[in-house]
């Protein structure tokens, strides 16, 4: 594969962050996408939150499985740690390396035919076990490497860009999450820059499973008439819920708002969740009245986006197993290796 390096000119005028970092130091490679693919536009709004969370790019680690989505990792965070799995299971390779190293930041990319369809089994065991990690689901409709058929997130009646028309069933990834009991679900859409780059910037401060469907469309399958994940269907059929901002720990913390129009939510952190509710009664903190709220508007055909729900007091797997704080990676022979006493007394604690 031939590979378009970057010009390494910079300009001595570029912004930096409070490490000392620019734009330019959370990129990745030129992209090889389509031109005008939405999958880009997150690539970009991944590059502005980590560089306005002032993260250092060696504590990020990425992940991904096959497709169009999961070659994205590539174009973001050059300097971070990367791996690309096989198709669908990116999940369980992300939760090994979770279990073995807590100290760094997870962002797993995936798409809809990767999350959706063969790795339906492994998102699910990764949300429900609350791993610490961002799952960005890139969600187009089609497989866009294999020419444009439906996907498994699909909506039913929906038409591919050849005629046919989608007979089955959708699966909704956010539901699903829900259901699943994640602690962090959100839609959003990737020509809404102003409202993605937020939700990433949460996700990331958030303890547990942070998912993140975002609708990317296909410019070259998936971006015409009839198709429910064009640019132009969820632009005209989008419901935000509310408008959110992310307030760090190392802020001042300083809120004016009328009552009634702002809620504010605490992150294990010491970060702040800011919401600006455009539906007043909406309460992103119950899990039940966000999957009620999500099936009725989408049996009025519309995309909800925006933060759907957050537990304000999440727990993650390290916490379900009690393992230790320290990475293994750090641990010597005599730490992971204790010796056959060690193993007879765990196994007699079971007897």
Known sequence: MTYIAKP??????????????????????ISTLCAGCGH???????????????????RVAKLSGIGCSSKTPDYFLGQSHGFNSVHGRMPSVLTGANLANRDLIYLGVSGDGDSASI?????????????????????NGVYGL?????SATADKGSKSKAGGTNADSPIDLVSLALVLGCTFVARSFSGDKHQLVPLIKAAISHQGSAVLDVISPCVQFNNHAG????????????????????????????????????EVVRQHDGSYLKLAK?????????????????????????????????????????THLGTVTRPLNRMGEKELCPGSKALADVNAGYR
């Open 8 to 29: 390494k000119l910079r300009h001595p005028g570029l912004a930096k962050n409070k490490l000392g970092f620019t734009h330019r130091d959370y990129e990745g490679r």
């Open 40 to 58: 880009d536009s997150i690539s970009a709004a991944l590059i502005q939150a980590c560089f306005e969370l002032d993260l250092e790019p060696h």
């Open 119 to 139: 790795g339906l089994g492994q998102f699910a065991h990764c949300v429900r076990r609350g791993v610490n990690m961002v799952y960005i689901c890139e969600n």
């Open 146 to 150: 294999t020419k444009g058929q439906f």
């Open 227 to 262: 198709s429910t994940k064009s640019f132009d269907y969820v632009r005209e059929h989008n419901e935000a819920m509310n408008r959110i901002d992310v307030i760090p720990a190392r802020t001042e913390i300083k809120v004016d708002f009328e009552p009634g129009t702002t």
């Open 278 to 318: 455009l539906h007043k009664d909406y309460d992103a903190t119950n899990r039940a009245e966000a999957m009620a709220h999500l099936q009725q508007r989408q049996a009025a055909g519309e995309v909800v986006t925006g933060l759907l729900y957050v537990d304000p007091e999440p727990e993650d797997l390290h």
